[in-house]
């Protein structure tokens, strides 16, 4: 039993590491050695636990969504309580999120700007982390009332990708501003 909680503790600690990395240059490409160096951990306790960077890639993305998506979906619900606002709640949610570091945007960005195989394990988990959230949308959409709330959740996902995507390349959170009126206009078609 000691062992494995052990092997977990180096799990956590290299996925937290990576974390840490990731935060620091914003690149999924973040060295194994630095990763380890941070960890405090070898090369072969790293290939214990993880068969390749891919791997630990995608336990980061996983552990990262987790993460992410509860505090997501916390701020949602309280600002939709205490406004019952629109749409447009989603990019006030998603620039307080980007005015947090430790938010920094949705995991599954970097994988799909940073390219890489499409049929990778990594863009498996982004597929499901996109679906999860667009029904996450589409039960909100539903919840205020919407007319179509599955394709306004579709298209919610697009804005938000881009909303990032433009937040990751601008570096200014006046993008959430553009986001916001886009939410308006699919809140009203």
Not at 93 to 121: C, M, Q, S, W
Request: charged residues 25%.
């Amino acid at each position: 039993m000691l062992e494995i909680e052990q092997s977990v503790g180096v799990k956590d600690a290299m996925i937290t590491a990576f974390w840490d990395v990731f935060s620091r240059d914003g690149s999924l490409e973040a060295e194994i050695s630095e990763v380890l160096a941070t960890a405090g951990v070898t090369e072969c306790a790293f290939y214990e636990q993880f068969q390749s960077k891919e791997d630990i890639v995608s336990a980061f993305l996983k552990d990262r969504y987790v993460i992410w998506m509860r505090w997501f979906e916390n701020e949602m619900e309280a600002r939709y309580k205490a406004t019952g606002g629109g749409l447009e709640i989603i990019a006030d949610v998603l620039k307080k999120g980007y005015e947090d570091p430790k938010r920094f945007g949705l995991a599954f960005i970097h994988v799909v700007t940073e390219g890489g195989e499409f049929n990778n394990e990594p863009f498996a988990i982004v597929r499901g982390q996109k679906e999860h959230l667009r029904r996450f949308i589409e039960q909100l959409a539903v919840k205020m009332g919407l007319q179509h709330p599955d394709m306004t959740a579709s298209a919610a996902i697009l804005v938000i990708e881009q909303t990032i995507v433009r937040i990751l390349r601008t570096g200014s959170l006046e993008e959430a501003q553009t986001a916001r009126l886009l939410f308006q206009c699919l809140q009203y078609a």
